[in-house]
């Protein structure tokens, strides 16, 4: 016996637009549910999902094309900005571009969903190292790409699942075809 998915009921399915900058939501935790079915091995066939589950996938797939969008440096520089608000050593005017430009050359393969409030929450919330409060101060280029490698794995999972989803279930949609 196969499975089966909690109960869901998704709200309309619409299309998508997530501007520049907004973080990525993942799926509900019915397709979450059955993303983690899919990794384990489980085949799954369109009878085995609720129609609602199955509407809902296409919107899940358009989320994750805007999310995976490559950032920009300018996109970086609004989200630092934004940190430099929750940081006790934020780089004066001078410093800034330059620090931007490094953690953007460090950063730059890490999807734009991957950069918003979330990501800049996990910085500033770090506990101390060795008595040091990390995200109080303002990151290295490295110490942040491993805050935020996490929020771009987790991306990255999610588009394979849904696409390998969307394929299994002959799902078809625009945006799947351009990738």
Not at 2 to 19: C, H, K, N, Q
Not at 71 to 91: D, M, S
Not at 149 to 161: E, H
């Amino acid at each position: 016996m196969r499975p089966v998915p909690p109960a869901f009921t998704p709200g309309p399915v619409t299309a998508v637009t997530v501007p520049a900058g907004s973080a990525y939501n993942p799926p509900d935790p019915a397709l979450r549910a059955v993303f983690a079915t899919q990794a384990a091995g489980i085949p799954l066939l369109p009878r085995d999902l609720p129609p609602d589950l199955v509407a809902h996938i296409p919107q899940c797939w358009a989320q994750l094309q805007a999310a995976q969008q490559p950032v920009t440096e300018g996109h970086v520089a609004a989200w630092l900005k934004k940190l430099a608000h929750l940081v006790t050593n934020p780089p004066g005017p001078a410093a800034a571009a330059a620090q931007c430009r490094a953690i953007f050359d460090v950063c730059e393969d890490i999807p734009a969903g991957a950069w918003g409030k979330p990501a800049r929450l996990a910085w500033v919330r770090q506990p101390p190292r060795q008595g040091y409060p990390v995200g109080a101060r303002w990151p290295s280029p490295n110490e942040l790409r491993t805050i935020l490698l996490p929020f771009a794995n987790t991306i990255w999972r999610d588009a394979a699942a849904c696409q390998k989803l969307m394929t299994r279930l002959h799902i078809s949609s625009a945006s799947q075809q351009r990738s």
